[in-house]
């Protein structure tokens, strides 16, 4: 390979031959199903509030022109191309669309096999006891495609703390599945809603097999009841899942590791009927984790680094991460960067992505 040069538009002083290894990143949390990628342009409509985004959110699905597979194939494999070696896809399931978009990312993430781990959450976006049938066919999805459990906003969205969760720990629990939860609800409520997963997480015995999704009400260090719920999410080795979005907000992350959770990164929805924006690209998910979380010393940007590489790698259980030790890796990345604080910031793309010691490219991968 030739000397690689700092890009243009890289704020570095170029110091020649300067080539960072790194292992692969991990993205845990994306929904490839709702993606618009490789489509045309969607324009939104307005939407202020959770239902109408729901609402919208549907209602684009039932009118895309290209199939499930063919879009969720497009972002994937985006997200391979820019460096992603393992993703954590949350699919919907509900009464409304059946099994398809299940079917839809399962056949993409076939297509995508030998580059990319996924595991696919089946995810009740339309609601679990409050859309009849959705229950009843997550528990099909588990034969047919979904890896683990998913939940949503358990008080808010579907009316029934104790009713959702004893529906999504038995499910797990009788197939022997882990649990990823959506919890966008804030304040002292969300924070119960944290309490009680983590103490069921510890009566059902499953420890560390538990994230939360986004997890607003962690982002508020002002609630008094932060520091105890923060203890208890430790002690069962639940996950929070942090996507750095617009303008919901993010994570104290000093606080988190003072207390013990730990956090994993992900994209959330790319260009979906929720947001314009999104690009597949753990690069630049964890430059906006910095961005967003006022990252200013080499630590801190260290730490962004870490979350959207080994944090995300301990979750999935990856061993193409876990086991990098450096530039002779068979699975590994090459970048164009001095150090990992200046790829944080700077956001190159990868100069090369090698999987099982061979280089892809955008013919290998379809
Ligand atoms: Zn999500």
């Keep these: 390979m030739s000397t690689p040069s700092i890009p243009a538009e890289s704020g570095a002083r170029p110091t020649g031959g300067i080539l960072l290894t790194t292992p692969g990143f991990v993205d845990a949390h994306i929904h490839p199903d709702k993606t618009t990628w490789g489509s045309g342009w969607f324009s939104r409509p307005p939407a202020n509030d959770l ?112 009713g959702h969760l004893d529906a999504v720990f038995s499910l797990a629990g009788r197939h022997s599945r882990d649990l990823d939860i959506h919890l966008h609800d804030t304040g002292p409520g969300g924070l119960a809603q944290l309490r009680l997963i983590a103490q069921r997480t510890m009566a059902e015995g499953m420890h560390g097999r538990v994230t939360v999704g986004h997890a607003f009400a962690l982002c508020d260090s002002t609630q008094p009841e932060l520091g105890a719920t923060l203890d208890l999410m430790a002690e069962a080795g639940m996950w929070m899942a942090t996507c750095a979005l617009g303008a919901d907000p993010v994570p104290v992350l000093d606080l988190l590791e003072r207390h013990g959770v730990r956090v994993a990164l992900g994209s959330d929805g790319v260009r979906d009927a929720w947001s314009p924006f999104g690009t597949g690209s753990m690069v630049d998910r964890m430059h906006l984790l910095g961005y967003r979380t006022g990252a200013l010393t ?20 990856t061993p193409a991460i876990k086991d ?37 490219s955008r013919e290998s991968v379809g």
């Design 324 to 360: 990098f030790s450096g530039a002779g890796s068979a699975d590994r990345l090459e970048f164009a960067a001095n150090s990992i604080p200046e790829l944080v910031v700077d956001r190159p793309s990868p100069l090369a992505v090698i999987r099982k010691g061979r280089a892809v």
């Design 298 to 317: 080499d630590s801190d940007l260290e730490r962004c680094f870490r979350i959207a590489t080994s944090s995300g790698a301990d979750l999935l259980d």
């Design 51 to 162: 239902a109408t985004l729901i609402r919208n959110d549907l209602q684009a699905q039932l009118a895309a022109g290209d199939s499930v597979e063919e879009r969720a194939f497009a972002l994937m494999r985006q997200a391979v191309l820019n460096g992603t070696m393992a993703m954590r896809a949350h699919v919907d399931v509900g009464s409304q669309i059946g099994l398809k978009n299940i079917h839809g990312v399962r056949a993409a993430a076939e297509r995508l096999a030998s580059f990319l781990d996924v595991q696919i959450v089946a995810f009740p976006q339309f609601g679990l006891l409050s859309n009849p049938g959705t229950l009843e066919l997550m528990e099909a999805s588990l034969g047919e495609g979904a890896d683990l459990v998913g939940g949503i906003d358990p008080e808010s969205l579907d009316g029934d703390v104790h």
